[in-house]
């Protein structure tokens, strides 16, 4: 996958990283990432992810804004109140960067189409609400073999997570959260600036995991407080019984 004079220009600080290079630029063009919500983290890691040059973006959400998501949500403005948010996000990235394909996808996820609408992709990143919908994604990664970058904000609490084969993201929070009135950041409310910082740590995780920076970043769980103001890692350790990829 060859890049344009035009793509050498744009892309010039990227490349002159010894990391990146014209070989990690092509990696990115390349790359096939399905985006799941358009909503908080997804503000974050639309325009992040645009911007680099990623050469295929699946924006699936099937919500519209709200004057409550503006707040958080810098992809939207007051006027965009009552439209979609994946048709918006389309928007948004075609005028970031006309070398993306973005392809709005108006469904809510869930078990029933979630292998339809990931299949094909190299990486899908979870910035969903919802542990209802966390799980079925994560269930359908593990079952179609694409890595999985689970982000989430809520209160003052953030969490980001790349999964890969095992352990998974079931093995993280086990099988207690499957119902859908779990958690959503609609009753317990939300930092502004906490889903930008994890969503962009998501971004930056995304990036450095296509190109290939740094160690193996799976099974790995960084998480960021937004009062301490500090992040640490944990290391989740693979669930031997796990109903998704215990027999991977
Ligand atoms: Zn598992």
């Not at 063009?29 to 399905?34: E, G, P």
């Not at 910035?127 to 689970?150: H, I, K």
């Not at 093995?171 to 009753?187: K, Q, Y």
Request: charged share 20%; with cysteine.
């Amino acid at each position: 996958m060859n890049l344009s004079d035009q793509e050498l220009d744009r892309y010039a600080r990227h490349i002159v990283l010894p990391q990146v290079g014209g070989v990690g630029q092509r990696k990115l063009k390349a790359a096939r990432i399905a985006i799941i919500g358009a909503g908080g983290i997804g503000s974050a890691v639309l325009p992040a992810l645009a911007g680099v040059g990623i050469g295929s973006l699946t924006i699936i959400d099937d919500d519209v804004v709200e004057l409550a998501n503006l707040h958080r949500q810098p992809l939207f403005r007051e006027r965009d109140a009552g439209y979609s948010k994946a048709d918006l996000a389309l928007q948004f990235v075609q005028r970031l960067n006309r070398f993306v394909k973005a392809r709005p996808i108006q469904e809510r996820i869930g078990s029933d189409n979630a292998e339809r609408l990931l299949t094909g992709h190299d990486l899908v990143i979870d910035g969903s609400d919802n542990f209802a919908t966390r799980l079925a994604v994560s269930d359908t990664c593990v079952e179609l073999g694409v890595p999985l970058l689970s982000a989430a904000a809520v209160q003052f609490q953030g969490q980001v997570g790349l999964f890969r084969a095992q352990p998974c993201y079931r093995c993280f929070v086990g099988d207690a959260f499957d119902a859908e009135d779990c958690d959503n950041c609609a009753e317990l409310g939300v930092l502004g600036a906490l889903t930008g910082t994890v969503g962009n740590f998501a971004a930056l995780l995304a990036i450095n995991f296509i190109v290939g920076i740094g160690d193996d970043p799976t099974g790995k769980l960084h998480l960021f407080d937004g009062e301490a103001l500090s992040w640490r890692e944990i290391r989740i350790p693979p669930e031997p019984g796990c109903r998704a990829c215990g027999s991977a």
